[in-house]
């Protein structure tokens, strides 16, 4: 993942999003780094509850009560109204601030798992959609209702200017899903967040779907943040990936590398724990042992060390482990990788490490030569 400083259009830095409840605070988001290029497209996996979507309604000032950004940078890097380039911290505005109103849908827009979330039972889709547009230019409602049309077209709807006057409990899950883009699409945004915008469809229409996010983004040059469980989809729209574990991000680069040569022992477990094309018919895939923690009461240090074969008793259970550049532009937040690990622990300087926790297991075989292909 090599980055321009041009070529970033979103930075998310340190931010930490928390939910006061009774029976504590729960850190959802707990000092994520995400690292967004113009264009490009950003998986982001991590086991459920590991806090990928409160980080991308973070992103927005869209997180409910009782949840807030507590601290932490958004920073937009955007072209300002004259045309020059600057930089808005989207977290030190509040949620109704006007700015960030301006925001939403102008320059970052969103799409949710579930279509119903945000289109209106009882409005036909072409109003909502034309309200959509008329937030952000000043047109004429008969212009808007024309955009309208043309929007649902372009994301593939048949017979788009019947379908702008119906409404969407007329319509099926994927059309919904198609209404939500359109009008996600319709000022226009640099960045689409997705946040599973497939999971409820069905295999072909979510095919379908990604095939036209992808056409959309390849035509406008929009980046998207992908947040998905599924490997395949990353593999074939990512161009960087990043890895959550329990609010934090703890590895982010190129896909390619990722895949081949996952650095944290988090993402090698997770990855393991999908299964492969062509892989030999393995009776179990390995899960990843244990079970998350309760973000209310996080363990000292690494959160993942009651998990991970790697762990270093008495450095692992007592320091957070900062963020480290590695040379391809990976980062990763893992003691394995500080530059002062003991010796006979991981070196990143070295090409030859890689992790090999299982040395009998096909699936390790598998990820080493691949890794010794990418190397
Ligand atoms: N309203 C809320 N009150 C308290 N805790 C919440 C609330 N919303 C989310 N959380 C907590 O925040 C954490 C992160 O949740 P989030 O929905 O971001 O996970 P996720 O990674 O998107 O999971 P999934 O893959 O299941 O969608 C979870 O531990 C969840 O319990
Ligand atoms: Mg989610």
């Given at each position: 993942m090599s980055t321009q400083p041009d070529d970033v259009l979103l930075e998310v830095k340190g931010l930490r999003t928390h939910f006061t409840t009774d029976t504590g605070e729960v850190r959802a988001v707990n000092g994520a780094d995400l690292t967004l290029r113009r264009g490009r497209t950003l998986c982001v996996v991590g086991e459920s509850g590991c806090g990928k979507s409160v980080t991308a309604r973070s992103i927005l000032q869209l997180v409910e009560r009782p949840g807030r950004v507590v601290g932490g940078q958004v920073l937009l890097h955007r072209r300002g109204p004259g045309g020059a380039a600057e930089t808005v911290?989207?977290?030190?505005?509040?949620?109704?601030d006007r700015r960030i109103r301006q925001v939403r849908g102008r320059d970052i827009a969103m799409v949710f798992q579930e279509p119903m979330a945000s289109l209106s039972?009882?409005?036909r889709v072409g109003n909502q959609i034309g309200e959509a547009i008329r937030v952000h230019n000043r047109v004429s409602r008969a212009e808007a209702r024309r955009r309208s049309v043309e929007l649902l077209g372009r994301v593939g709807i048949p017979a788009p200017e019947r379908i702008v006057d119906a409404y969407p409990f007329q319509l099926s899950g994927g059309m919904r899903q198609r209404v939500m883009i359109a009008m996600a699409l319709s000022c226009e945004p640099e960045l689409l967040i997705a946040d599973e915008p497939t999971t409820a469809l069905d295999v072909t229409t979510q095919a379908q779907i990604l095939d036209l996010l992808a056409d959309l983004q390849d035509s406008r040059g929009m980046a998207m943040l992908f947040i998905t469980h599924d490997m395949g989809v990353v593999a074939e729209i990512a161009d960087d990936v990043a890895v959550m574990y329990l609010g934090s991000v703890v590895e982010q680069g190129a896909v390619d590398g990722v895949f081949h040569a996952p650095r944290h022992p988090y993402t090698r477990a997770l990855l393991e724990s999908v299964p492969r094309m062509g892989a030999p018919r393995r009776e179990r895939l390995p899960a990843i042992r244990g079970s998350v923690p309760d973000p209310a009461h996080q363990p000292s240090g690494c959160v993942f060390r009651d998990r991970c074969d790697h762990a270093m008793p008495g450095r692992c259970d007592t320091t957070v482990p900062p963020p480290v550049s590695l040379a391809d532009g990976r980062r990763v937040r893992c003691l394995?990788?500080?530059?002062?690990?003991?010796?006979g622990h991981a070196d990143?300087?070295?090409?030859?490490?890689?992790?090999?926790?299982?040395?009998?297991g096909a699936s390790a075989r598998r990820a080493d030569e691949e890794a010794a292909d990418a190397d």
């Open positions: 911290d989207l977290a030190a505005l509040g949620p109704r039972l009882v409005h394995l990788y500080g530059g002062d690990a003991p010796a990143p300087a070295d090409p030859a490490h890689q992790f090999r926790p299982d040395p009998a």
